[in-house]
């Protein structure tokens, strides 16, 4: 697989199968890879909380708010939740700011987890304090993100926008669709 259909199969899946397990091997590797990208000023300030059993997983799930545009939804029902997640955390005693690295560890991951056969999806609302109490995790750790990962259920299709129309929408038979702008408006020339 190249980059570039790497990058059409990374899409923000929501809906996985949850029965089919991701190894924590398999996290170790999608973790490594958030390692090994570039980091501001090369200080390495983030550090990955991994889990895969089932019985942490469901203590995770309701702590993350799914699908804002989708309002209806509540998110993905028993069966189609994710299989494991990675946490995204700031170790503040390293810095007190991450510059850009969430964003490019985050994608590094997702990344990885497509070549392994996996999805996921970064979610930036979550309850953190609640969160945090579960984990367990020392007060110098910020929570950041959580990537929830599996193996995909839906099907996500990437649309030109119309009309500037950004935001995605699910037709009734769950095809998730995901309107981008057309090349030719985002290139300055």
């Given amino acids: 697989m190249d980059v570039r259909e790497a990058l059409h199969r990374s899409r923000s899946y929501r809906r996985f199968f949850q029965e089919v397990a991701v190894p924590e ?8 890879a ?5 980091s501001g000023r090369n200080i390495q300030a983030l550090k990955f909380f991994i889990s895969c059993t089932p019985e942490l997983n469901a203590r995770i799930f309701p702590t993350l708010a799914w699908a804002g545009y989708l309002p209806e939804w509540p998110g993905p029902e028993e069966g189609e939740r994710p299989s494991a997640y990675i946490v995204q955390l700031l170790d503040t005693s390293i810095a007190q700011g991450t510059l850009c690295d969430e964003g490019i560890t985050a994608q590094s991951m997702l990344l990885q987890a497509v070549e392994l056969g996996y999805g996921g999806c970064i979610i930036a609302a979550v309850r953190r304090d609640e969160l945090h109490g579960i984990l367990g995790l020392p007060e110098h750790l910020k929570i950041l993100n959580v990537i929830a990962l599996g193996r995909p259920k839906e099907t996500v299709v990437i649309e030109e926008m119309k009309d500037g129309q950004y935001k995605y929408w699910r037709t009734p038979d769950g095809v998730h669709h995901v309107p981008k702008r057309p090349l030719s408006e985002i290139i300055l020339k």
Avoid: C, N, Y
Wanted: hydrophobic share 55%.
């Fill in 25 to 32: 091997a398999d996290l170790t590797v999608i973790a490594d």
């Fill in 34 to 38: 958030a390692r090994l990208s570039p």
